[in-house]
């Protein structure tokens, strides 16, 4: 059973799935999110929400926890990720969000 747990833990990152992750930085065109220990994928600004959005920053912070879903594995590996995706494909996750994010998107208004 405990190699099951390991193997769980150190499986790579699949395509068009959902996973949990932490928002490791924020940057001015997205967000590296970390679904697996040691493996983080970005985040586009574009993919974050439905809406557009003016900065990153008014929606996520260094630390949220966040749905996303893999979108696109290149050759070398690097992971593109959709946060609007895993909304779209696991509604029930949107309202959970909302309760952790509404505050923080109040507070940067115009």
Known sequence: MAIGIIQDICREAELDRIYVGKVKSIKEFGAFVEIIPGNEGLLHISQIAESRIRSVGDVLSEGDI????????????????????????????????KLKIAPAAAGGSA
């Open 66 to 97: 966040v749905a996303v879903k893999v979108i696109e594995i290149d050759g070398n590996g690097k992971m593109r990720l959709s946060r609007k995706a895993a909304h779209r494909d696991q509604p029930g996750i949107t309202e959970q969000e």
